[in-house]
Nanobody, 129 residues
Framework: QAQLAESGGGLVQPGGSLRLSCAAS????????IAWFRQAPGKEREGVAC????????YYADDVKGRFTISRGNAKNTVYLQMNSLKPEDTAVYYC??????????????????????WGAGTLVTVSS
């Protein structure tokens, strides 16, 4: 069973940056689509970015496009979410998730909750002055 662990969350001022990491202890992440979701208090969990398996592309939600970048680490078992120009409305718990479809791509319309098979415990990002 895949074990996913997020790190890198914290408190940052508006306009600042954070880099989140998602690490796997069992599977080789580059073979599977990996997505970042977030859930703010009182709101549904939403997909913000997705990276397809090794030969695929990326997806970003409209409200993070141009500010967030999802990428794979050289170690092949890590996926990053670089978040720049952070806004208070980016405040949420951020989760990484894995789609166990080997060699598949992110859905064209973006990742969705029931399409992901394994989840990390989440890391809190707070954007506030």
């Amino acid at each position: 069973q895949a074990q996913l662990a997020e790190s890198g969350g914290g408190l940052v001022q508006p306009g600042g940056s954070l880099r989140l990491s998602c690490a796997a202890s069992t599977w080789t992440l580059e073979n599977y689509p990996i997505a970042w979701f977030r859930q703010a208090p009182g709101k549904e969990r939403e997909g913000v970015a997705c990276i397809s398996s090794r030969y695929g592309g990326t997806y970003y939600a409209d409200d993070v496009k141009g500010r967030f970048t999802i990428s794979r680490g050289n170690a092949k078992n890590t996926v990053y979410l670089q978040m720049n120009s952070l806004k208070p409305e980016d405040t949420a718990v951020y989760y990484c998730a894995l789609d166990s479809g080997y060699g598949t791509n992110c859905p064209e319309g973006g990742p969705y909750y029931y399409g992901m098979d394994y989840w990390g415990a989440g890391t809190l990002v707070t954007v506030s002055s």
